[in-house]
């Protein structure tokens, strides 16, 4: 059993170095924290002989809420409500579309059955709001185009978690998934603005240590209540956060970005992704994934074509609707879908079955090529292809 205050000073000693080493040698951050993670998962597993345990339910329950609040509190909320049904296509319809579309790829080109591949393209699904920020940090892109996959990344974890209980209990009727989860959102929104709207009532009688405290509160209070009420603790947190946010922001002067409250929550973040990502790296099962790499290989390229295919068949026939969204858009939308911890606790929180294993160690893999390679590839297709036309 590996110490608490040991585990929370080393991962603040490798978030500390690894911050300094990415500045210094212009490497992803998110890439040299999961190299230390791994690295530190192999050299453990040679000093030590109890196996290491891991569980989803500290990454769901502990890093998500803050992660999702606070890149809700950021985002610009004006921006946000232009692009808003373009989120909540993405979030919800891309999200289910891409997971069925990535199990029937699965079926026809690996030995995984129907109910394994589609545990497995329910748990790759989400996007990850931590990478997904950690990456548009690096690259110039317009806002609208951040804000709508920022503002993906904050919903679509409600939607694979609907999923995912849906696969996990094995009730795949397609019309009972849609029921519970647009119950679960609904629910999960009519908790959201209640708590945000007390909070904001509350939060100019307080002072800067208090309103800390208040957000803080209502960050894992909302996720929490809805949890309990069988609703979307995620969609809550991030009602919570954007409706705080937009408050904020329209009773708030500019200089208050740099003030107590905006700065606790961007020090809380940076904590709380490196928590993440080295999560990533300490809990990889090396010698697994070295077994599975022929299919980590087909799931990565599954998961890519799947999501692809989603968001074209999803955003160009809505166009009318929603207004047409440019080609190079949808492209930097479709490579801006990185995996992270969310697949990996999802994986780590299956029931016990035979494929278990299996479906751990690819989504370990493609998780790990998805935050190493799709952020380059991200990186490269605004940097040098369409960096000049993009505001167009």
Do not use: H
């Amino acid at each position: 059993m590996v110490n608490i205050g040991i585990a929370a000073l080393l991962i603040l000693l490798v978030g500390s170095i690894t911050s300094i080493l990415s500045k210094k040698l212009k490497i992803a951050y998110a890439e040299l924290l999961i190299t230390a993670g791994l690295l530190i998962s192999i050299v453990y597993g040679i000093l030590s002989t109890e196996p290491t345990e891991a569980t989803g339910e500290f990454i769901i329950s502990v890093v998500l809420p803050p992660l999702v609040f606070q890149a809700a509190l950021m985002i610009n909320y004006s921006i946000f409500k232009r692009v808003q049904k373009t989120v909540v296509l993405l979030a919800v319809v891309s999200v289910a579309v891409s997971a069925l579309i990535c199990a029937m790829i699965i079926v026809s080109f690996t030995p995984l059955t129907l109910i394994p591949a589609l545990a497995f393209g329910v748990i790759i699904s989400p996007t990850d709001a931590a990478a997904v920020v950690d990456a548009f940090k690096r690259v110039k892109a317009p806002k609208e185009l951040g804000t709508i996959v920022e503002g993906e990344s904050l919903l679509n974890d409600a939607t694979a978690l609907a999923l995912f209980s849906a696969v996990s209990a094995l009730t795949l009727n397609p019309l009972i998934a849609t029921l519970d989860i647009a119950r679960e959102f609904a629910g999960g929104l009519v908790v959201g603005l209640v708590l945000g709207f007390l909070a904001i009532k509350a939060l100019p009688m307080a002072d800067e240590n208090a309103q800390v405290m208040i957000t803080l509160a209502v960050a894992y209070g909302s996720y929490l209540l809805a949890d309990a009420l069988s609703l979307s603790g995620i969609v809550a947190v991030a009602i919570t956060g954007l409706l705080i946010g937009r408050n904020w922001q329209k009773s708030q002067a500019k200089e208050a970005e740099a003030g107590l409250l905006i700065g606790f929550w961007r020090v809380l973040a940076f904590i709380v992704t490196t928590v993440a990502f080295v999560f990533i790296g300490l809990t990889a099962d090396v010698g697994m994934i070295a077994r599975y790499v022929p299919l980590i290989a087909i799931c990565f390229l599954a998961a890519l074509a799947a999501r692809y295919l989603s968001i074209e068949s999803i955003l160009l026939p809505a166009s009318k609707f929603i207004g047409l969204v440019p080609r190079t858009w949808r492209n930097v939308t479709w490579l801006a879908g990185i995996r992270g911890a969310v697949s990996v606790a999802l994986a780590l929180s299956l029931p016990e079955f035979p494929f278990k294993s299996t479906i751990v160690a690819i989504t370990f893999g493609v998780v790990l090529l998805s935050l190493l390679v799709q952020t380059r590839l991200l990186s490269y297709y605004i940097g040098k292809r369409i960096r000049a036309n993009l505001s167009n």
